[in-house]
């Protein structure tokens, strides 16, 4: 399973690039937001410190104003990935897009039939929001089961980036669900990092070890 994260904070990236379980990054307009810089500069210093797809999100609503947006994003760097939103537009610009060699990631995909429709307009990737989802007493989860079984039957060959991750269980269910990608907030990540038993273990050894050698190391 590859992890995203699902950040454009640079230090964050930074960290996790250097812990080495970054194999790319998904931002959207609210994260960039958060940042308070120019999306240009941002998305291309993200793209450059990460080997693995960057994706930046389209804002227009027609094929039209997609595809020309996503020409532009797709020259900033090599490993730019395009995020189109789930509507018929959307749909026509990721056609186009995918023809043309630009990788997209169809965006808020809330539904099986959504997911399905995405995978046959060509999508490179599909995000399904679960954590939205869970949040309005939806099973997010079951909608990552119904994708990987959907595109199983038919060879698709879309990856699942599951997004909108609440905490490390997400990850984990997708993990058992067969799901190629989560994309996961930094402070998620940190999460899956932690148990109390492998802290209180290092504790205990450490003393042991000083114990024995008169110090810690
Ligand atoms: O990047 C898209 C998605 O992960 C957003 O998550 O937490 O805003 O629902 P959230």
Partial sequence: MKFFLDTANVEQIKRAV???VVDGVTTNP??????GRSQHALIKEIAALVKGP???EGNGTTCDELVK???VYSKWAPNIVVKIPMTEEGMKAVRVLEKKGIRTNVTLVFSPSQALIAAKAGASFVSPFIGRLDDNSMDGMGLVRDMMQI???YGFNTQVIVASIRHPLHVVEAAR???HIATIPADVLAKMW???LTDAGIKKFREDFAKVEGKYL
């Fill in 194 to 196: 932690n148990h109390p």
């Fill in 30 to 35: 609210t994260l960039i937001a958060k940042e």
């Fill in 177 to 179: 669900a067969g799901a």
């Fill in 69 to 71: 947006e996503a020409e």
């Fill in 54 to 56: 960057v994706s930046v």
């Fill in 18 to 20: 250097k812990a080495g």
């Fill in 151 to 153: 595109y199983k039957n």
